[in-house]
């Protein structure tokens, strides 16, 4: 009966406990000297073992309320971390030699073959991307191309990538939202082009700076500032 008593006090005065604490002697203070509870009555061996008993009730019940999944919560005023690409997603930012052929070579030494698809002629932006084990390059004022990796690039990837696609443009242009609730401002002078971007149009987010629209290479990379 001692012990349940005991217990229940430990229960309801959850300040009480501590790492290395007294508690007959606390619970004792607590409930008026501890006459009801018997502590009066107790020897210092009998006190020892009730510290070391309520210990573990205490952390016994602890432990009971933590859920092995929860993490901490993001502070409300943080913007939600923008995801990058799957594991393995590379994008190196370079240029593109053109001559209308499959065969593309890149100035940072990458040589990329074309699957399918008219690449045009003339020196273009490129960016090479990398996903897992899959390749692509997209060429400015045409599109992403799908093909194979001939030659590696001579240096690291340049920029990080993730893709997304739009929910939302403006009227004017200034402001994109996309389908993962990031929205981002559009520069001045980017403003006339992407005021004409659609919804659900696929793009690539590069460097959390840039923003390209794949459905509409003739725009190039689009200068963007994170809002959210």
């Known amino acids: 009966m001692r012990l349940v008593l005991i217990a229940f006090s430990l229960l309801f005065f959850p300040h009480l406990a501590g790492a290395q604490a007294d508690h007959i002697s606390e ?4 409930n008026d000297g501890g006459a009801s509870l018997g502590i009066q009555k107790l ?6 073992e009730w510290n070391r008993l309520l ?14 999944a929860s993490t901490p919560s993001a502070p409300a005023n943080k913007a939600p971390a ?19 052929e499959d ?3 890149l100035r940072n030494g990458a040589i990329f073959e074309i699957s399918s698809g008219y690449v045009g002629s003339g020196t273009r932006d490129a960016i090479l ?16 191309f799908r093909g194979q990796l001939l030659k590696a690039p001579d240096g690291p990837p340049t920029a990080t990538l993730r893709r997304s696609s ?23 002078v980017d403003r006339i082009n992407t005021g004409l971007w659609l919804s659900f149009g ?14 509409q290479g003739s725009d190039g990379m689009i200068d963007v500032r994170r809002l959210k």
């Open 27 to 30: 619970l004792a203070k607590a």
């Open 43 to 48: 020897t210092p061996s009998e006190r020892a």
């Open 55 to 68: 210990d573990r009730i205490y952390s016994a019940g602890v432990d009971s309320t933590k859920s092995p």
């Open 82 to 100: 923008i995801p990058l690409a799957p594991p393995g997603a590379s994008a190196w930012i370079t240029r593109a030699e053109v001559n209308g």
């Open 103 to 105: 065969i593309v070579k």
């Open 129 to 144: 991307i990398k996903e897992g084990s899959r390749w692509s390059l997209w060429i400015e004022g045409k599109r992403e």
């Open 166 to 188: 739009i929910q939302s443009v403006t009227s004017d242009g200034s402001v994109i939202k996309l389908i993962d609730g990031t929205i981002w401002e559009v520069g001045f």
């Open 202 to 215: 696929d793009v690539l987010v590069l460097n959390n700076m840039s923003l390209v629209n794949l459905d």
